[in-house]
């Protein structure tokens, strides 16, 4: 079966970096893209950008250009995303969830990872 | 780029009772509209894709419907399992999320 598994949380000092991972199973991870959605606290959600993992192409988000960065490891399909330059603003679930150009909504979801941003 | 605008914010239903929830594009979307709906601390589960299509296992009192720029989500006979967050997402170019819908028991 599908699955994307997420870490639960993190903690994390203002300033600093996090990198988030998302360990896809169940299906052959180079045909479908990963898409990086954060949803902070009693808010909705807002789509950050994929990485295409046949190809490690990406697409963000404009407001997040400048805090998340998309790799992956095809070696252990899993995907990653770092957050840099940490306030508490960027405290939230960040979930990840996949898609392809055939299938462009969101069928599937990690279980989110919390980040925190605190002293 | 293209916005998406949910109505209501908020809406309270009894059990049994019908709802209707509504999703605007800033632009022409064609059909390409998902519907989620999320339960506390847990992550969006999909509904409705193409508008219209309702994922496997939903059951039928939901219904899609809508194109171009308007869309809504229908929910017959409320049940106690449909109270949550729903949100409608523009599934294509840059995957904008509505904000939300949330759904509480009167």
């Known amino acids: 079966q599908v699955q994307l598994q997420q870490p639960g949380a993190e903690l994390v000092r203002p300033g600093a970096s996090v990198k988030l991972s998302c360990k896809a199973s169940?299906?052959?991870?180079?045909?479908?893209?990963v898409n990086w959605v954060e949803q902070r606290p009693d808010q909705g959600l807002e789509w950050i950008g994929r990485?295409?993992?046949?190809?490690?192409?990406?697409h963000y988000n404009q407001k997040f250009k400048d805090k998340a960065i998309l790799t992956l490891d095809k070696s252990s399909s899993t995907a990653y995303m770092q957050l840099s330059s940490l306030t508490s603003e960027d405290s939230a679930v960040y979930y990840c969830?996949?898609?392809?150009?055939?299938?462009?909504?969101?069928?599937?979801w990690g279980q989110g990872t919390l980040v925190t941003v605190s002293a | 780029d293209i916005q998406m605008t949910q109505s209501p914010a908020s809406l309270s239903a009894s059990v049994g009772e019908t709802v209707t929830i509504t999703c605007r594009a800033s632009e022409n979307i064609y059909s390409y509209l998902a519907w989620y709906q999320q339960k506390q601390g847990k992550s969006p589960q999909l509904l409705v894709y193409?508008?219209?299509t309702l994922a496997e296992g939903v059951p039928s009192r939901f219904s899609g419907s809508g194109s171009g720029t308007h869309f809504s989500l229908k929910i017959n006979s409320l049940q106690p399992e449909d109270f949550g967050s729903y949100y409608c997402?523009?599934?294509?170019?840059?995957?904008?999320f509505g904000g939300g819908t949330k759904l509480e028991i009167k």
């Open positions: 169940g299906y052959t991870f180079t045909s479908y893209w």
């Open positions: 193409i508008a219209k």
């Open positions: 997402q523009h599934h294509f170019g840059t995957w904008t």
């Open positions: 990485i295409d993992p046949y190809d490690s192409e990406t």
């Open positions: 969830a996949r898609s392809n150009y055939d299938y462009p909504w969101f069928a599937y």
